[in-house]
């Protein structure tokens, strides 16, 4: 489970968002990734403001679940920019902390950490952070586990 998830998240949104990435007539965006018996779907709303939820199935049954809600607080720093390096620090999660990125991680002036309260694939929750220059522009907050 936990490989099928680390290689579904680096497939989608952080790494290979171009053919994957749907627009939906509800206006979320939606990306999916199917491997043997799994799916993995990630629909979210929103771009600066944004919520969504994670769920990945195994054999037709949803069997596990994270919601995560974000946003940027500082609109000086373009979009794109912030984004960009989310999705590079997203492309690190591992198998220890395979939720969102790793705990910390640095490029140029950005800096992104992931702060876990619980940890365990069956129950977890935490916040990520970006900063650029040491001043906070962007935070998450998600939580989740499996459902069945």
Same mark, same amino acid.
């Given at each position: 489970?936990?490989?099928?998830?680390?290689?579904?998240?680096?497939?989608?949104?952080?790494?290979?968002?171009?053919?994957?990435?749907?627009?939906?007539?509800?206006?979320?965006?939606?990306?999916?990734?199917?491997?043997?018996?799994?799916?993995?779907?990630?629909?979210?709303?929103?771009?600066?403001?944004?919520?969504?939820?994670?769920?990945?199935?195994?054999?037709?049954?949803?069997?596990?679940?994270?919601?995560?809600?974000?946003?940027?607080?500082?609109?000086?720093?373009?979009?794109?920019?912030?984004?960009?390096?989310?999705?590079?620090? #997203?492309? =690190?999660?591992?198998?220890?902390?395979?939720?969102?990125?790793?705990?910390?991680?640095?490029?140029?002036?950005?800096?992104?950490?992931? =702060? #876990?309260?619980?940890?365990?694939?069956?129950?977890?929750?935490?916040?990520?952070?970006?900063?650029?220059?040491?001043?906070?522009?962007?935070?998450?907050?998600?939580?989740?586990?499996?459902?069945?």
């Amino acid at each position: 489970m936990i490989n099928f998830l680390l290689k579904a998240k680096k497939s989608t949104y952080a790494g290979a968002e171009g053919d994957s990435k749907k627009i939906l007539s509800d206006g979320s965006k939606e990306f999916v990734f199917a491997e043997d018996n799994f799916l993995y779907r990630d629909r979210y709303f929103g771009s600066d403001h944004f919520a969504g939820q994670e769920v990945v199935f195994h054999n037709g049954k949803a069997i596990w679940v994270m919601n995560y809600r974000g946003y940027i607080l500082d609109k000086t720093i373009g979009e794109k920019e912030i984004y960009n390096f989310l999705k590079q620090a #997203l492309l =690190e999660a591992s198998k220890e902390n395979p939720f969102r990125g790793p705990s910390k991680f640095t490029s140029g002036n950005f800096k992104y950490t992931s =702060e #876990l309260t619980k940890k365990d694939l069956n129950s977890f929750a935490g916040m990520e952070t970006i900063y650029f220059k040491n001043s906070k522009i962007y935070e998450l907050y998600f939580h989740g586990g499996m459902i069945a």
